[in-house]
């Protein structure tokens, strides 16, 4: 706790109201179809089992889901050690298996291109070109930075909107001035460029660089957020080699379905200490056992069939059935810092589903000794426009609509996240 602090922070083990985590054991559900995920591309391996024998689980809000530290062969994670060498890479092949996909591979080749020119602050205009076996693909980075000094940290924005040009701007989605005035950089990924959110073109980007042109993706891939949040690795590939960058202080941040991506990266690279999701709903911080709350598995799959694999589809109104729940993704992200962000009338996003997530991740956070959730209490609502900040995890409600605003913004920059 800071110097000076009086707030009462809630540690999981000293929860109120809607929450309780204790160890519980439900029976065990069969998965339906079997899951074949490609360790390379166009090799396929032994068919990944989708459920374990015994599902551990902890009540949230009424629900039960799963427990982050239980592991599949049973029994329950008690060590750091344990956590990372066992159940953190269970955890991960399941959620490549049964939600997001098997990623791309490492390029062959990476080569970054730099265009500096003037603005508020330092701007630079990066072209990073990737090479696979079926080609190479380029995308953009724009990296703005204050006018002196090192910056305090940098905001790696997973911007699916395209709407960060050569000119800084102010305001809203993505305030440029106001972060550098703050003495941040912000390092905006163009994830257009990555993978088109079109269900017609989206391999346009780097997948088409990964898979033959001609054939249709394996069913078990990972497709456009999955390859966002592959961009947003390759972006720190970049960021490690700049040296008005700090590379220890990056934090990955994305909107909406920005912010499913920025989980997902967040989850599988470890090099980001920050991940910062902002109304990101379904498959992204909202719990997928409040499926009838705000946008279901089915709603997005139908809506959107080019964000995630086919293997998903099949937990179209059948959430129950998914071995995994997101407040164990993210769990994934211990020991670096998690932060959710919801919007009080942002229905679609359910930001109670986000807020019951993010308490069920706070076991494994207490393994690494960063348990206390920075809330004053486990009640639902909590107060909007407070930043609630414990040690390893980060939480905020704000008033008003589905948006990456002003106050957000003002919470991320004043909340010292780059800290314990």
């Known amino acids: 706790m800071r110097a000076g602090s009086r707030r009462r922070r809630v540690p999981i083990g000293v929860v109120a109201g809607a929450v309780a985590l204790l160890v519980a054991v439900l029976p065990a559900e069969e998965s339906e179809i079997a899951v074949t995920r490609s360790a390379t591309v166009g090799v396929e391996r032994t068919p990944a089992v989708a459920t374990a024998a015994v599902r551990a689980a902890i009540p949230l809000g009424g629900l039960e889901v799963p427990d982050p530290l239980a592991l599949d062969s049973g029994g329950r994670v008690t060590s750091v050690r344990q956590w990372e060498q066992q159940r953190r890479p269970q955890l991960l092949e399941a959620f490549q298996d049964n939600v997001y996909g098997s990623s791309l591979p490492a390029p062959t080749k990476t080569t970054f291109s730099e265009d500096s020119s003037g603005g508020g602050g330092s701007a630079k205009k990066v072209t990073i070109t990737v090479t696979g076996p079926e080609g ?17 940290g940098t905001f790696l924005l997973i911007d699916h909107r395209g709407s960060v040009g050569d000119d800084p701007g102010s305001g809203g989605y993505a305030p440029v001035s106001t972060i550098t005035g703050d003495g941040y950089a912000l390092a905006a990924l163009n994830a257009e460029e990555v993978a088109p959110d079109d269900a017609g073109s989206y391999r346009n980007g780097v997948i088409n660089a990964f898979y033959p042109a001609g054939q249709d993706l394996p069913a078990d891939a990972g497709r456009t957020i999955s390859a966002w ?3 947003a690795s390759r972006a720190m590939d970049y960021l490690q080699t700049d040296p008005d960058i700090d590379p220890s202080k990056v934090a990955v941040i994305g909107h909406s379905r920005g912010g499913k991506a920025a989980l997902w990266a967040g989850a ?18 909202k719990l997928a056992r409040r499926d009838s709350s705000g946008e279901s598995i089915s709603a997005i799959n139908s809506q959107f069939p080019h964000w995630f694999p086919e293997t998903y589809k099949r937990f179209d109104g059948n959430a129950d059935a998914l071995p995994v729940d997101q407040n164990e993704l993210l769990a994934l992200i211990a020991p670096g810092r998690v932060v959710v962000a919801s919007a009080a009338d942002d229905g679609n996003a359910d930001p109670q589903g986000e807020f019951l997530s993010y308490l ?16 004053s209490s486990a009640s639902w609502p909590p107060a909007t426009g407070k930043g609630f900040r414990g040690p390893g995890m980060s939480y905020h409600l704000r008033s008003g609509g589905h948006g990456l605003e002003d106050a957000d913004w003002q919470i991320y920059l004043g909340s010292n996240l780059f800290t314990r």
């Open 360 to 375: 069920g991740a706070a076991p494994v956070y207490e393994l690494y000794g960063l348990g206390e959730t920075g809330l």
């Open 229 to 231: 949040a592959w961009g």
């Open 268 to 285: 599988q690279d470890p090099r980001f200490p920050v991940v910062i999701s902002n109304n990101s709903g379904s498959t992204g911080a």
């Open 136 to 152: 190479t693909a380029s995308f953009t980075l724009r990296l703005f930075t204050p006018s002196s000094g090192k910056p305090k």
